[in-house]
């Protein structure tokens, strides 16, 4: 397969947030990102907001949107990924700059609902997540749900159609450096630095930040069946995913 040179680099500015809107990303939309819609669709209100935390260039806010008729509010601390978020041209959508910790311009308590998809994997610490969960428990509504999509890296070093994580026979403890390889929609593949963050540790991090009532789910290929797209969720055989399935979804409650 067509392989990145060597090298890593950040999703900052231009170039990095063009390159993260290339990602082929088949394996999220396959066992990812349609269970984060139907976690929000259990548990949100018909036509509330949903505060996208981590909305990077927008692509799966604006599916949010159009399926489940829900407000985007989407949040980034990066203002090259909030510019692509914008050219979506997502009906009703809002964006805002993270800066420090904090979106500024939005005031407590103004989401229904939330989610934040792969963004833990680019926290460092455990202060760093508690913070992100912290900004997120300020902007939602009391008993609203938190909807987390990660990698699991008890994955580590299995070939999946889109990515791979860590490597082969690591054990990989909370907040450990971690590398991931994503798949390009042309074929090339881009290495970039990471942080572990297994289930377990999230959890306990979530209760740390005030959240409650938080359960963990792995999506299967088979499951995907009526969730997924189903042109792609026939496009493959998903072996690596269905021998070990790669990502959780985490849905909490803001106490």
């Given at each position: 397969m067509p392989q990145e040179p060597a090298g890593e680099r950040a999703w900052a500015g231009r170039e990095g947030a063009r390159a993260f809107a290339a990602v082929d990303?088949?394996?999220?939309?396959?066992?990812?990102?349609p269970f984060v819609f139907r976690a929000l669709a259990e548990n949100s209100p018909a036509g509330g907001a949903l505060?996208?935390?981590?909305?990077?260039?927008?692509?799966?806010?604006?599916?949010?949107?159009?399926?489940?008729?829900?407000?985007?509010?989407?949040?980034?601390?990066?203002?090259?990924?909030?510019?692509?978020?914008?050219?979506?041209?997502?009906?009703?959508?809002?964006?805002?700059?993270?800066?420090?910790?904090?979106a500024d311009e939005?005031?407590?308590?103004?989401?229904?609902?939330a989610m934040c998809n792969h963004v833990l994997a680019s926290l460092p610490d455990e202060e760093t997540v508690l913070g992100v969960f912290g900004e997120i428990h300020r902007l939602l509504r009391p008993g609203a749900p938190l909807v987390?999509?990660?990698?699991?890296?008890?994955?580590s070093g299995v070939e999946y159609?889109?990515?791979?994580?860590?490597?082969?026979?690591?054990?990989?403890?909370?907040?450990?450096?971690?590398?991931?390889?994503?798949?390009?929609?042309?074929?090339t593949w881009q290495t970039m630095p990471n942080h572990a963050w297994p289930p377990a540790a999230i959890l306990d991090l979530l209760e740390r930040a005030g959240f409650t009532t938080a359960a963990q789910h792995h999506p299967t290929?088979?499951?995907?069946?009526?969730?997924?797209?189903?042109?792609?969720?026939?496009?493959?055989?998903?072996?690596a995913e269905r021998r070990l399935p790669p990502l959780v979804v985490t849905v909490a409650t803001r106490a």
């Open positions: 990303a088949a394996t999220d939309w396959l066992v990812g990102y505060l996208d935390f981590g909305c990077g260039p927008g692509r799966v806010a604006d599916q949010a949107a159009r399926r489940l008729g829900m407000r985007i509010i989407g949040v980034d601390a990066s203002e090259e990924m909030l510019v692509l978020a914008r050219q979506q041209g997502t009906p009703g959508a809002e964006y805002h700059l993270v800066t420090d910790g904090r939005l005031p407590d308590a103004c989401a229904d609902a987390l999509l990660t990698t699991d890296p008890a994955g159609a889109s990515l791979r994580v860590g490597e082969p026979g690591v054990a990989y403890h909370p907040g450990q450096p971690m590398t991931v390889r994503l798949r390009r929609t042309d074929g290929p088979d499951e995907a069946e009526g969730v997924a797209d189903p042109e792609h969720a026939h496009s493959r055989d998903w072996a």
